[in-house]
């Protein structure tokens, strides 16, 4: 029998404590590992890798408040929430966004909505529909 390892994405950060927090608030995963250079979180069938971004490279640029958003990018992560209203309000607190909610929509038995994290990186948000 093969063990496949677990599917993931990582994200490079520029504040690797203030994005870490972010998503550990969230998302409401388990921290499996975490240290100066980077932190793992477990998700169901997935983990998101929260990795620092080397300091010659993260001296390079700012991040602006509110984030310039990373939009042109050709991957936008899926993320599971207990509820995208609790995530928006918790994101709001750390630096990040979730779009209103009159720009939820619902596919596929999800209720959808798209926001960003402290860095602009643009991230969607989907909450399972118990019918």
């Given at each position: 029998m093969s063990h496949l390892p677990t599917p993931g994405a990582i994200i490079y950060a520029k504040n690797l404590s203030k994005l870490?927090?972010?998503y550990e608030q969230v998302l409401r995963p388990t921290a499996t590992h975490a240290n100066d250079d980077y932190t793992i979180f477990e998700l169901p069938h997935f983990q998101l890798v929260i990795h620092a971004?080397?300091?010659q490279i993260a001296n390079t640029f700012e991040i602006l408040v509110?984030?310039?958003?990373r939009s042109d990018t050709a991957i936008k992560l899926m993320l599971p929430v207990a509820s995208i209203s609790k995530a928006r309000d918790v994101a709001?607190?750390?630096g990040g966004r979730?779009?209103?909610e009159n720009y939820e929509w619902e596919f596929q038995h999800y209720r959808?909505?798209?926001g960003y994290?402290?860095?602009g990186n643009v991230i969607q948000l989907r909450e399972y529909l118990s019918r």
């Open positions: 870490s927090g972010f971004i080397p300091p509110p984030p310039q958003l709001a607190k750390l979730i779009d209103a959808i909505c798209d994290d402290p860095e």
